[in-house]
């Protein structure tokens, strides 16, 4: 069955259970990849508290370098179905193949720069004595798979929007499920540390690039990659940027916020008493590894009911626009509520998934409630957001992207601390999450019955 009879005929929340579900699956086995890196490193013998500090500085660069994979997986690929939406396939199939043209400039110009500017970019992160060669070891060695990285995520959604979800949810298992076997033998049997983890990492992700690629250079797949549109159009691309700002904008602060929290806790608890700085860099990692539990799989079915909102939108189906959305709404909050709320009751439990030692135990204990509190509310905005980019609101995604982690969360972790000192960072983003959700929520509720409107005038 095509995928427009597909997602222009089937009840809607079938649908969402076919296409969420494997995505959902596809990015809890993806956040694997970044779980068990950190469950292993976090139990290394003698050095673990600071390999993991380590590990944890290093993420704000990978996060950078993974955002620009999200102007083709979160601009091209609702870009795709829509155009699916409309019946033009042939506009469809020069959007994923421009998409695929536009990764591989990604891969080499943001791998080659990060890695000769490694150094002062983990010092500026706060990278100390104790933990720098770490970090080094780490990033120097999985910045090879870089072209990897951005191919697998990039193109992934592609198949989602298809209707091959299944074959998503396998492109990102292969890849896991190797890590997840892989990261013992290299950090433990080979005894090669942190540096084995990005070794087992890199294979990891080739596995998973090599998949994704092979399926959409198939003969029998709908949108297939083909160099006879892998021609640049600047139109085309300039279509799949536009889109595609808001998710590079919500992934790349990730990483702006991973430089500002890393450098104000290491700042403050310097301050507090020598090595706490070290100390609540490693807590920090931690509790972005826990509330990742939340937000990751709230990711993964985001990215597959967007083709369904995507595709309705582009049939000017009010119905079942609005269905599809209210289902993403409910599915989203229920669960970062639940998740939340078990968290906070808990915390102990999740913090001892990365670590044995005993300070550190203690802070992430003291402060995982606090960190996560924020997500009581953070469904509303998931669910608004997505919408927005599936119906090609390009501005205000865009907005509200930068509100949460820019507008909101980078004032508050320099203003908190002022009174509540290192504590205040955590406050900073339960505060900043909480925040955004509603202000998002208020302009959907008014922005939404618009765009209801204007489907009614151009189905009339």
């Known amino acids: 069955m095509a995928s427009g009879d597909i997602l222009g005929t089937q009840k809607i929340w ?24 950190r469950i292993y490193i976090g139990h290394m013998p003698e050095a673990g508290e600071f390999a993991l500090a380590g590990l944890g500085l290093c993420a704000p660069i990978l996060t950078l370098i993974a955002a620009f994979s999200s102007f083709v997986s979160g601009g091209g690929a609702p870009l795709a179905a ?13 959007i994923l193949n421009n998409g695929f043209v536009m990764l591989c400039v ?34 120097s060695v999985y910045l090879i798979g870089t072209l990897f990285v951005q191919l ?29 076997g892989l990261d013992p033998l290299f950090i433990f049997v080979f005894k090669m540390g942190i540096k084995g983890a990005a070794v087992a990492t890199v294979i990891s992700q080739a596995a998973s690039c090599i998949f994704v690629v092979s399926v959409l250079a198939a003969r029998r797949t709908q949108l297939r990659l083909s160099f006879k549109y892998m021609k640049p159009e600047l139109k ?39 090595g706490l700085g070290d100390l609540h860099v490693s807590a920090l990692a931690v509790l972005q590894s826990v509330m990742m539990l939340i937000t990751v799989p709230v990711s993964g079915f985001t990215q597959g009911v967007t083709p369904i909102l995507s595709f309705n939108y582009g049939a000017k189906n009010k119905k079942r626009l609005k269905q599809a959305f209210f289902i993403t709404l409910i599915v989203c909050w229920a669960y970062c509520s639940v998740c939340a709320v078990l968290m906070m ?21 003291k402060y995982l409630p606090v960190f996560v509190a924020g997500m009581l509310i953070f469904g509303i905005q998931r669910a608004c957001q997505t919408t927005f980019v599936a119906v090609t609101e390009a501005k205000i995604s865009l907005f509200i992207a930068i509100l949460r982690k820019i507008i909101l969360l980078v004032p508050f972790a320099f203003l908190f601390p002022l009174s509540l000192g290192v504590g205040g960072v955590y406050w900073a983003e339960c505060v900043a999450d909480a925040t955004a959700a509603l202000l998002c929520g208020t302009i959907f509720f008014f922005r939404f019955r618009k765009i209801l409107k204007r489907l009614e005038l151009l189905s009339s």
Do not use: W
């Open 106 to 139: 990604f891969s080499v110009v943001l791998g080659l720069t990060a890695f000769f500017a490694r150094t002062p970019l983990l010092k500026l992160i706060g990278a100390s004595e104790n933990t720098y060669s770490y970090a080094d070891d780490y990033l």
């Open 236 to 274: 085309v691309i300039g279509g799949i940027l536009g889109l595609g700002l808001a998710p590079f904008v919500m992934s790349a602060t990730e990483s702006v916020i991973g430089f500002v929290l890393n450098g104000r806790l290491k700042y403050y608890g310097d301050i507090a008493g020598e």
């Open 345 to 365: 009751s808990v915390p102990h439990i999740f913090g001892r998934m990365f670590t044995s030692e005993s300070g550190l135990l203690a802070v992430t204990d």
């Open 152 to 180: 697998a995520v990039g193109l992934n959604t592609f198949l989602t929007a298809q209707g091959k979800s299944g074959f998503a949810m396998l492109g990102v298992a292969i890849g896991a499920v190797l890590n997840i």
């Open 14 to 37: 079938k649908l969402c259970i076919k296409l969420g579900v494997p995505c959902v699956l596809a990015q809890v086995v993806n956040l694997l990849y970044n779980i068990v890196d």
């Open 82 to 94: 829509k155009a699916l939406g409309e019946g033009n396939e042939e506009r469809a199939k020069r």
